[in-house]
């Protein structure tokens, strides 16, 4: 059965700092997509990253990149510069499939990230 | 486009009560989703629609819990006779279908559900 792993229930960061928050996952489907959602206490999730079993190169988006090792199933984000405003919920979710039949996301449990000044 | 909108943001009913939720998608998407959202856990799939056509349910979505979206644009979520245990966030959200596998869905803001 498909899952997702988040062990960290919280993390501190200094601003300015970078921060990584783990993600691992478990699927048989061979090909899958890989999102991080943040969720700032408004509570809307907010798109930040993709990355699809195929992609060769680690997906990036300005401060976001996904440090995604296939063989590990894993897909750390790496959060560079942080911000005060990072500080937030953030998911790892996956889709299996290829966005046809099947398309929702698992969600894992969450990390909370609390960047310091 | 103002993204994807839910009403209400926050309802407080009491235990037996029925509510009913609502979620404008945004205008092209073709599928919509809703999630419910409990203290500390991450979302869980409950339903998905394209169009008007109900594809799939979820074995949370139980007897009490009904969605339509009858002319494929909003969508409304019924629960009938609240529990305490539904007390959590229902999210809804909507994506085109092409577009699903690389930028996953435009999430709204939730509704909060508090059944006392």
């Known amino acids: 059965a498909q899952k997702i792993t988040q062990t960290q229930p919280g993390m501190f960061v200094q601003e300015k700092e970078a921060v990584t928050l783990d993600c691992t996952y478990d699927?048989?489907?061979?090909?899958?997509?890989l999102f991080w959602y943040k969720q700032p206490s408004s509570g809307e999730m907010i798109f930040l990253i993709y990355q699809g079993s195929y992609d060769q190169q680690n997906a990036t988006e300005g401060r976001y990149s996904l440090n995604f090792q296939k063989a590990r199933k894993s897909a750390n984000l790496v959060i560079s510069a942080s911000q005060l405003g990072d500080s937030a919920m953030y998911f790892c979710a996956m889709r299996e499939g290829r966005g046809g039949a099947t398309n929702k996301l698992i969600f894992g449990t969450g990390t909370l990230l609390a960047v310091q000044p | 486009d103002t993204g994807v909108s839910q009403d209400p943001r926050h309802k407080i009913t009491k235990r037996g009560q029925n509510v009913t939720f609502r979620c404008d998608p945004i205008?092209?998407?073709?599928?919509l989703y809703w999630y419910r959202q409990t203290l500390g856990q991450g979302p869980e799939f409950l339903t998905y629609f394209q169009n008007e056509a109900q594809l799939e349910k979820s074995r949370l979505l139980s007897d009490r819990f009904s969605a339509e979206r009858p002319k494929g644009s909003f969508s409304t979520l019924e629960i009938q006779r609240t529990e305490q245990g539904d007390s959590a966030m229902y999210l809804c959200a909507s994506s085109l279908t092409d577009r699903a596998s690389n930028y996953g869905y435009t999430f709204g803001s939730g509704t909060r559900l508090t059944v006392v």
């Open positions: 699927t048989s489907d061979p090909s899958y997509g």
């Open positions: 205008s092209e998407h073709n599928r």
